[in-house]
């Protein structure tokens, strides 16, 4: 007859802890990882939303410049662009002779709402 491990065979019980113990960090490891994956994707869509923001404004900009003269503007001007990822309304306010500035109110199409204040050197 073989003799048989003490250690699996006897009555103090040595694998179930063991196998708890596993069980347990394996939960631990999988809902962190399973935490992370939904943090970087949350991260990864408020990155790419600042994108569209950042490309909204300079489209936006661009387009005002080509349409408009700023020296040539009234005292209060405002315009509204629209983009397929969003819309863009420029105001331009003139403060005195050497300075304006524009402001932009950016909407995507996911609904973000942005502001900027840029500001124009009219010299």
């Known amino acids: 007859m073989k ?14 802890p063991v196998i708890w113990l596993i069980t347990i960090l394996s939960f631990i490891v999988i809902s962190v990882m399973v935490q992370t994956y939904q943090n970087e994707l949350f991260i990864t869509e408020q990155n790419l939303e600042q ?4 490309t909204l404004f300079q489209m936006g900009y661009e387009q005002f410049l080509q349409d408009h003269d700023v020296n040539d503007l ?9 983009f397929p990822s969003g819309h863009v309304t420029i105001q331009y306010l003139q403060l005195n002779e050497q300075e304006g500035q524009l402001l932009f109110q950016i909407k995507t199409v996911q609904s973000s709402y942005v502001t900027f204040l840029k500001p124009v050197n009219l010299t």
């Open 3 to 16: 003799k048989r491990l003490s250690s699996i065979n006897n009555d103090k019980g040595f694998i179930l």
């Open 51 to 54: 994108l569209i923001v950042e």
């Open 74 to 82: 009234t005292s209060y001007y405002e315009v509204q662009y629209h």
